[in-house]
């Protein structure tokens, strides 16, 4: 297994099979075509510039057949009840986040705007399974 991220916060502690490797997915990966079985990435909103170009690079290293696994959250506190309240600091907060997020080109609501799904098609994904969860 590979594992690899922008900065070395890896833990010294992991399994004889593993690896981590410092590189920017939001650049090419330095990965050959058709290498990797399973690709997971996670919490990446606020750090991908280009999500079509991201996924276009994990569906090129993928091995026909292989799978990809997506998980991000809402960036912004929600209430299905109604109690979070317009004027209250955590909507406020979120706010606030979204729209810094889109002044530097990087986007927060990357599920509220469904932009997962639709890059990943782009990128020649098919048979998507979607889950969504709250947090009660």
């Given at each position: 297994?590979?594992?690899?991220?922008?900065?070395?916060?890896?833990?010294?502690w992991?399994?004889?099979?593993?690896?981590?490797?410092?590189?920017?997915?939001?650049?090419?990966?330095t990965?050959?075509?058709?290498?990797?079985?399973?690709?997971?990435?996670?919490y990446?909103?606020?750090?991908?510039?280009?999500?079509?170009?991201?996924?276009?690079?994990a569906?090129?290293?993928?091995k026909?057949g292989g799978?990809?696994?997506?998980?991000?959250?809402?960036?912004?506190?929600?209430?299905d009840?109604?109690?979070?309240?317009?004027?209250s600091?955590?909507?406020?907060?979120?706010?606030?986040?979204?729209?810094?997020?889109?002044?530097?080109?990087?986007?927060?609501?990357?599920?509220?705007?469904?932009?997962q799904?639709?890059?990943?098609?782009?990128?020649?994904?098919?048979?998507?399974?979607?889950?969504?969860?709250?947090?009660?």
């Open positions: 297994m590979i594992g690899f991220d922008i900065s070395p916060i890896q833990p010294s992991v399994p004889p099979n593993v690896k981590f490797e410092i590189d920017d997915a939001c650049r090419p990966w990965y050959p075509d058709n290498s990797f079985d399973f690709v997971h990435l996670r990446l909103f606020g750090s991908i510039d280009d999500w079509n170009a991201l996924f276009k690079e569906y090129r290293v993928l026909p799978y990809i696994e997506t998980f991000e959250a809402a960036s912004t506190f929600q209430s009840d109604g109690s979070l309240a317009e004027d600091p955590f909507h406020q907060w979120g706010k606030v986040f979204v729209e810094a997020g889109k002044k530097f080109g990087r986007s927060f609501s990357v599920i509220e705007d469904n932009t799904q639709s890059a990943l098609a782009a990128a020649g994904f098919v048979d998507q399974d979607v889950m969504d969860y709250k947090v009660s």
